[in-house]
């Protein structure tokens, strides 16, 4: 296996964690490159459920070498719990295998009060964030005035800078009502984390270029979907980090040309959380289905996922901007006992059929999905190991999603099981 990226081809939650932990099996070390704790991936290893936010689903594996990039923001509380948690079920995350880039952003308390103040302040145009600080410490990240891992090994330059950030974000909290926040009580929070988390702060780069030396495969781990973008998602309802292919090298500090292949994983139907246009979204008993059969409801936050029909165009955008080499696709038993699936293959918009998505902002919202319909199946798929024993139908949907993105499906899932997974 050379360096591989996995991505999310769609609004996040298609099932990244499950392929990450599958393909963790073929490689020495992974490093997720962006995002925070906004995101989960939830594991079913042995029947048993593990849900992880900011820690590569790779630690499960003994043996991998498991990394937090500089393009991460890294609340301390979070991670520490997630180490807890591991070491309580016996999993090593011991700093030996467990890196922060020195790189890293730390989340700080006034990020998370600030982003639940903003949130709490509109009255409309609510972009459904999770509340966990993230965008106002990718902001202060932006403004040259954000907290490094690093700095956490010198506790007198974060004093500096909480002071130096507190004056701006005390105004922010006056203006929305909010208590403001001592230097004092701040440095009370941060001084015990940083202490546990000072071994784990180390030179992500140097540990990535001495695996790609000793052809050591490394596998980059992104969060979120690609239409959750900064820059090319649905703004302004996105996250607050590139999450497409293209930033796994800026992300983790290493050169594009060490990026060999791209894995985008696609769920075999279109889900998002929070608000946003959303085209092929099904407001009736087929979309309550899959929201019950695929237990969709958000791993970091509980909240009920919109479900609808699987849209090309959104894929087509993905492909044109990450590149992948192949489409792990998940959950497709979920769409067992459908008496029929729509595929949207373009949009009607402005009295012009399109097969991209429009560029405006809020364009998308004004499309009518164009769709193809085929039969569906209603033969138990999850025991399936190989594509042969997959129904008639089943494989013919399958096939059209290759034929229609122009890119072979080489993993496909068939259930939340690591074992329940069809490589081709």
């Known amino acids: 296996m050379s360096n591989t990226v996995v991505m999310g081809a769609q609004w996040g939650d298609e099932g990244k964690g499950k392929i990450v932990d599958l393909l963790t099996e073929r490689a020495d070390a992974i490093v997720r490159f962006q995002g925070g704790n906004n995101a989960g991936h939830t594991l079913v290893v042995g029947g048993k459920k593990l849900i992880l936010h900011l820690i590569p689903s790779g630690i499960l594996h003994p043996g991998k070498v498991c990394m ?23 999993v090593d995350a011991a700093p030996e295998r467990l890196k922060i880039a020195c790189r890293a952003h730390i989340i700080m308390p006034y990020h998370r ?19 966990r600080g993230i965008g106002p410490c990718y902001e202060d990240k932006m403004s040259r005035i954000g907290i490094r891992a690093s700095d956490l090994l010198d506790l007198s330059l974060v004093r500096e800078k ?17 208590p403001e926040m001592s230097v004092e009580a701040v440095m009370a929070w ?27 495969p490394v596998l980059f781990e992104g969060a979120q979907g690609t239409h959750l973008d900064i ?9 607050s980090s590139n ?49 019950e059969k695929g237990a969709e409801f958000g791993a970091t936050t509980g909240r009920r996922r919109r479900c609808g029909w699987l849209d090309i165009v ?14 792990a696709l998940t959950k497709l038993d979920v769409l067992t006992s459908l008496p029929e699936l729509k595929i949207c293959t373009a949009y009607v918009f402005e009295g012009r059929t399109i097969q991209y998505p429009p560029q405006g902002q809020g364009a998308l919202g004004r499309v009518t999905p164009v769709y193809e319909t085929l ?8 025991g399936a190991v190989r594509f042969e024993e997959l129904p008639a139908n089943c494989q013919t949907y399958v096939r059209r999603i290759e034929e229609l993105l122009g890119t072979p499906a080489s993993i496909v899932s068939v259930g939340p099981g690591r074992e329940q997974t069809i490589i081709r």
């Open 68 to 90: 937090i990039g500089n393009g991460v923001v890294l609340d301390p509380e979070v991670f520490l719990r997630e180490v807890d948690a591991l070491s309580e079920k016996n």
């Open 113 to 131: 009060s600030l982003d639940m103040a903003r949130e709490a302040a509109k009255e409309a145009g609510k972009i459904g964030t999770t509340g």
């Open 162 to 178: 909480t002071a130096a950030a507190l004056v701006e974000k005390n105004a922010l909290f006056r203006l929305y009502g909010q």
């Open 190 to 216: 941060i001084e015990p984390l940083a202490a546990r988390i000072a071994p784990y702060i180390q030179d992500v780069p140097a540990i990535i270029e001495q695996c790609t030396k000793a052809d050591k």
């Open 231 to 239: 820059d090319h998602g649905t703004y302004p309802f996105v996250t």
């Open 243 to 291: 999450t497409v292919s293209g930033n796994a090298a800026a992300g983790s500090g290493c050169a594009p040309d060490k990026l060999h292949g791209v894995v985008a994983v696609v769920k075999a139907y279109t889900t998002r959380v929070g608000a946003g246009p959303f085209p092929t979204e099904l407001s009736d008993a087929t979309g309550d289905y899959l929201v």
């Open 314 to 327: 959104i894929l087509r955008e993905s492909a044109r901007l990450n590149g992948p080499t192949g489409i």
């Open 375 to 382: 039969p569906g199946w209603s033969e138990d798929i999850s």
